[in-house]
């Protein structure tokens, strides 16, 4: 199975950056697009940005638009989340999650990584 690890996650205060790491392993081959989520204490799990495998098209939350950006550097495996001025209601937990080609739902998921803004 595709294997994803989130890193680079901590605490920072408002206006600062941050940038999340994901790390995918395994049949990598199927993947389409990659997908970074956040779920805040008693909130819903929601989306945050999305790349193409081969990184020719993203979208973003409207929410972190212009101010978070997501890359991939396919020869590593790996998909980033560049954070910039960053906000309080930021604080959450991070998901990187992957979908194959035709399908509407992530399949695979990593653990998560906890991101604190304060004020």
């Known amino acids: 199975q595709v294997q994803l690890v989130e890193s680079g996650g901590g605490l920072v205060q408002a206006g600062g950056s941050l940038r999340l790491s994901c790390a995918a392993s395994g049949p990598t081959f199927t993947l389409y697009r990659m997908g970074w989520f956040r779920q805040a204490p008693g909130k819903e799990r929601e989306f945050v940005a999305s790349?193409?495998?081969?990184?020719?098209?993203?979208n973003y939350a409207d929410s972190v638009k212009g101010r978070f950006t997501i890359s991939r550097d396919n020869a590593q495996n790996v998909v980033y989340l560049q954070m910039n001025s960053l906000k309080p209601e930021d604080t959450a937990v991070y998901y990187c999650?992957?979908?194959?080609?035709?399908?509407?739902?992530?399949?695979?998921w990593g653990q998560g990584t906890q991101v604190n803004i304060s004020s």
């Open positions: 790349i193409t495998w081969s990184g020719g098209s993203t």
């Open positions: 999650g992957a979908r194959n080609f035709g399908d509407i739902k992530y399949a695979y």
